[in-house]
């Protein structure tokens, strides 16, 4: 291939040792210095203006309504003297300072957008900052030193509702926008071992993640081997700074354990400030960890701290708040339901339980009762013949419904993985321990499998685990709902518990 303003080619700059070493440096320094094809970077500044412009808006919004609500609309008494025109006044001064915090937080930094809950966190964060400011500027601001506490107030809590809702809409747009080909960085996968291959199909399928994995560099697997969905090893590691001109990459994602050492050495060393791409670094196990990993500095020293469980604070804070809220409110609308079940079963068969259980293992490695109604199956494990009532139980899935006491109990969520029977042996114990990392549900992946796009239950679980959102739960939530009303009878009697 001939670059533009050079005739370098991938064999001029990889010569024989005996050509000499210092040949080698000036061909690699002069390919440094190539013209790169323009790339799609537009892309980002158009979004990111975007993205400001609606800020703008929304604090302005969040300022005026809390305005209007506290002062102007007369829902709340005031009787303090106040002049529109200085809190308009106000609003205006505060939205640039708002917008600065926005940046320094981190908002506009395409690495902590379009994915997890750190984009919520961090503007939560920047609209108390962003209070912070109002309430300085009326204090040392002898024009603003009358404001309201109640605008202010208002403007806290607005501000966060509206600031991550119209953040919430535009991630939204942002996944589109990334389904059709917009807003991709394009990357160079280093080492096609299992861990590098696991990580670009979880891209390739997904591509809400931003990743366009345009092929992969290894030390040992041949040039133009495909490794998944067409995508081939472009070349060697030591290659590097050619092919990234080539395939205009704007990141390389370099596998620890899937190059030899001299090789990662060297890529580390050799990537600097000006280098036109991004350097990640993988630490080689994402098909077997599915907890979660932070990164914390110990006097400058980087290390990985490896949690047991995947959702960790603010994650698990708003996990277990959607179980309880949602678990309390389905039962107490289902205890008339549950209480007509459990008479119906009593008086079908006076001596039998109403309820059984199983023991089940739990998030942890812990394990606990989970109950169920009596239904067909448990008679026919006892040898009898079932009646319609519980054969009705098992087909349509009401038998699960005292396992809402389990939600309430914090042992099960609404959404989680399959239960798992204690004491039944499991094929693939890693993939236990994996499934371990969260609590059971009552529903999940493996009951609406027919509205995924894999059939494999063992990889929708884990996409479930590590991918876990809000939004997702909903998702299975309302597929749920659509597989009980709307779905044949007999289609709801798969991915019954063992």
Known sequence: MAWK?????????????????????????QLRHVTRPRTRNW??????????LADALAVGLSLILAYTLRLSSGVLTYHADYAAEKYYLLVAISIPIWLVLFYLMGLYDLDNLLGGVVEYQQMSKACVGGVIAVILISFFWRDFALVSRGWILLSLVLSILILNGERFFIRRVGYWLRRRGWLMARALIVGANEQGLAMARQWIEHPESGIKVVGFLDDFKPLHMPICDGIEVLGRPSQIDAIVNQHQVQEVILVSNAVAWETFEVTIRETHARAPYTLRLSPGFYEILSTHVAVHN????????????????????????EDLSLGFTLFLLTLPLSMAIA???????????????NITLGRGG????????RSARDIEKWGMEPTGLEVFLYRSGLDKLPQLINVLRCQ??????????SGHEHPDHRFLRQLQTIKPGITGPWLVSAFWTSADEKRNELYYIRNWTLWLDFQILFQTARLIFFAPTHSRQASKEQ
């Open 5 to 29: 303003h050079s005739s370098l080619t991938l064999q001029d700059l990889y010569m024989p040792p005996g050509r000499g070493a210092s040949t080698r440096r000036t061909r690699v320094k």
């Open 343 to 357: 008479l119906g079963l009593k008086l079908q068969r006076p001596r039998a339980s109403v309820f059984t259980h």
């Open 298 to 321: 110990k006097t400058f020293v980087p290390l990985f701290t490896v949690y047991g469980e995947r959702l960790v604070g603010i994650e698990a804070l708003i996990k277990l708040m």
């Open 43 to 52: 892309e980002r500044l158009a979004f990111q203006s975007i993205l400001v």
């Open 366 to 373: 812990g394990s606990f009762r989970m109950f169920k109604f």
């Open 412 to 421: 099960m969520s609404l959404v989680g993985p399959r239960p798992q029977v």
